[in-house]
């Protein structure tokens, strides 16, 4: 083994803490990548020294500069390895008597800095090992291309983020239902009693809205894509067909109504009322036609909501109920009899009715033929729970609602009027009562909140119904329909019972009595008019009931668009935020740990490899090299030069000149302390290297080039 005293124990630990901490900032490089992985990249700006950076433009500069630490570390042990390799392969020409030329070592020498020498491949072949390190050198570069590139951006959608919020609810207990109440007449206790006055207009707002389109209308979501779920308690209906005693009574009004003349001229297709009060006695009148109190031999379709507008009555109790008749048959058409000038003029049906000899009161089948197609519902209110989910994507509502009555056997009940506290009556307490007119000797201060819930729920109930109610009649001899109701402006036109009541339903009637323009124009061949068959559509399986109570439902939900029935938020009966689900779409930051991997593995492979043969060589050499100017100058001081340098190359200048670059050099090998101490005592001779080395210091112009043994 070669004599290592001359090896300087900072080079090698210089080559391989480098190798070292190059791995280590490669390691941390992962690390910095791993730890912004699916991080968005919107993470604000950072000031630094005056000027500030975008979060993204900073995170990439930092991963650059780990690349960048990384190979300049690998570089470092790269140079130092090389050099080892260099030197000892300057240095074994006199062993092998085979000195290289000037030419040869300023190629192998500059091969890590000088990319062309690398073409110099005689030379090269000679030296394979060099040729290798410096090869790696250049290539290693590539390697530290890919590092950086491997933080990418991506679009993830569905982030969810969970927290709570104010997202829009109901607050039943709430005035801003209601319509104005005037007060009344004051009652006991120092009380005033307040009428029930119909819902307020937004409420009306809302429920035109609901039911021209069926569906919930827009609600304000906090966040664009967002999710959450409310559970409250609010009204519900509750639908189905009268009973059969009920219908049997409710036919039979109806055809007492018919056979009064003049009445089968405008005979009613379709009807929906709220139970009226017989004011002669107070009690409950259910059917469609009631007597007016000045005549009671001509029952009158009179107000369908006047249920609402009759104040308190004492020992009134009223189910909050409505009920809807469809009666198709009185639409179709017969020759009126008795024309006498043998015209065709037409009536409907229903005036059959009149010359009829049954007794209307008693007939099981009062209406005859007109019950075919015919229905009749009832629809009644109920205090329910409302389960319900909103989610947005990208602001599109999308609202699922399940609602369960709170008690099936009991319907809400009208509450026709409140008793409650005069601003002059407030008492030393400040405080306002409010009670229902039942409440006996009620406290100064006694405050009945759920009687605002129940008025809140037939206001609502109101303002759904006053679009049903009414009726439609045959307009007289014009045999049109005369519309006292809002229903055919709704979507439940498109419902199995009320299609016939359809523009596309009486556009297409073929009774051969009765003809129309769009039917007979339709079905010529005429394709100047066009228009009526874009009307046609095919009748609807769903049925009234159904289509009532889900359209009734989203009406209930639709009172949170509004932010006049929002909750007081800073009351104490507020209700809680609710938990909501954010979803964004980001741009996150994406790694790819294989490809940082796969680079800087190369690049430590191959840095390790040359890491290792340098160790080898400064061992082989027994000293430890750099590639430093005072390394260069020691080493060429005694140096051996096959021709005499003229004086004017001495300064270095570029290019090397070719008589020099022809010339072979040997360098100076260390002999052991012996060797030199017995140097020192020798006489020098004329031709040793110190003395032509003095020569080259003075050089003489008469000396000849040509001269092979001098010496530098």
Not at 77 to 87: G, K, R
Not at 314 to 331: Q, R
Not at 475 to 501: P, Q, V
Request: net charge negative; charged share 10%.
């Amino acid at each position: 083994m070669a004599n290592l005293t001359h090896v300087y124990g900072w080079t090698p630990f210089v080559m391989v803490s480098s190798l070292v901490c190059g791995v280590i900032f490669a390691i941390g490089h992962h690390f910095f990548y791993h730890f912004l992985v699916n991080k968005p990249t919107s993470t604000g700006d950072y000031k630094i020294l005056g000027t500030t950076y975008p979060g993204q433009q900073l995170n990439t500069a930092i991963g650059t500069g780990f690349t960048f630490l990384v190979k300049a570390l690998f570089s470092i042990a790269l140079s130092i390895s090389y050099y080892q390799i260099f030197w000892g392969v300057a240095r074994q020409d006199i062993q092998t008597k085979k000195p290289l030329t000037l030419k040869q070592l300023d190629t192998a020498f500059a091969g890590p800095s000088d990319v062309t020498t690398l073409l110099q491949f005689p030379i090269w072949i000679r030296y394979w090992l060099l040729f290798s390190l410096a090869v790696i050198v250049w290539l290693s570069p590539i390697a530290f291309i890919v590092p950086p590139a491997t933080l990418s951006v991506d679009l993830r959608e569905n982030i969810q983020t969970v927290t709570t919020q104010q997202v829009p609810q109901i607050d039943f207990p709430n005035l801003a239902f209601l319509a104005t109440m005037p007060n009344a007449v004051v009652t006991d206790s120092n009380l005033t009693q307040f009428n029930f006055n119909g819902p307020s207009q937004v409420t009306k707002q809302i429920a035109a809205g609901v039911a021209a389109r069926n569906a919930i209308m827009p609600i304000t979501a906090p966040f664009l894509n967002s999710s959450w779920g409310l559970n409250f308690s609010g009204p519900s209906l509750r639908c189905g067909p009268v009973s059969p005693s009920d219908s049997l009574h409710f036919e039979r009004n109806i055809a007492e109504f018919l056979s009064q003349e003049g009445n089968c001229d405008v005979p009613a297709t379709y009807l929906a009322w709220f139970p009226g009060i017989n004011l002669e006695d107070y009690t409950i009148f259910s059917p469609p036609y009631s007597s007016s109190p000045s005549n009671t031999s001509a029952p009158t379709f009179f107000d369908p909501e006047a249920l609402f507008r009759l104040g308190y009555i004492n020992g009134l109790s009223v189910n909050l109920t409505f009920y809807l008749a469809t009666i198709p048959g009185v639409l179709q058409l017969q020759v009126a009899p008795g024309d006498a000038m043998g015209g065709t003029s037409l009536e409907s049906s229903a005036c059959s009715l009149q010359n009829s000899n049954q007794n209307l009161s008693t007939s099981n089948n009062p209406l005859g033929p007109l019950t075919e197609n015919m229905s009749m519902l009832q629809c009644q209110l109920y205090n329910s729970t409302y389960l319900t989910e909103f989610n947005y994507t990208n602001g599109i509502q999308s609202v699922s609602v399940n609602v369960t009555a709170q008690d099936k056997d009991t319907a809400v009940r009208l509450l026709p009027s409140v008793d409650a506290t005069l601003p002059d009556d407030l008492g030393p307490d400040n405080c306002t009562a409010l009670v229902s007119e039942e409440t006996q000797n009620p406290s100064q201060c006694e405050f009945n909140i759920s009687l605002l819930s129940q008025l809140s729920y037939q206001a609502v109930l109101q303002a759904f119904a006053s679009i049903i109610t009414g009726n439609i009649t045959l307009a007289g001899f014009t045999l049109g329909l005369m519309d006292a109701t809002s229903i055919r402006s709704t979507s439940l036109m498109a419902t199995k019972e009320l299609y016939y009541l359809t523009d596309s339903a009486l556009n297409m009637d073929t009774q051969q009595n009765q003809l129309n323009l769009q039917n007979i124009i339709m079905n010529s061949n005429s394709s100047e008019v066009s228009g009526a068959k874009r009307l046609q559509q095919a009748p609807s399986s769903q049925s009234l009931s159904d289509v009532i109570e889900i359209m009734f439902q989203n009406f209930t939900v639709s009172l949170m668009s509004s932010p006049q029935l929002q909750p007081n938020y800073s009351s104490a009966g507020a209700p809680p935020n609710a938990t909501v689900t954010q979803s964004t779409t980001q741009q996150v930051y994406a790694y790819a740990a294989g490809k940082l991997w796969a680079a800087y593995g190369t690049a430590t492979l191959f840095t390790l490899a040359s890491v290792i043969v340098g160790i080898l060589a400064m061992f082989r050499n027994g000293a430890s090299y750099d590639d430093a100017f005072s390394t260069i100058l020691r080493a060429a001081r005694g140096a051996e030069l096959s021709v005499e340098m003229e004086h004017s190359d001495m300064e270095g200048r570029s290019p090397l000149p070719t008589y020099l670059a022809n010339a072979t050099v040997v360098l100076p090998v260390g002999k052991s302390e012996e060797s030199a101490s017995d140097a020192k005592e020798e006489p020098v001779a004329p031709n040793d290297a110190s003395a032509e080395t003095a020569l080259l210091s003075e050089p003489s112009s008469e000396r000849p080039h040509e001269d092979n043994d001098t010496n530098v």
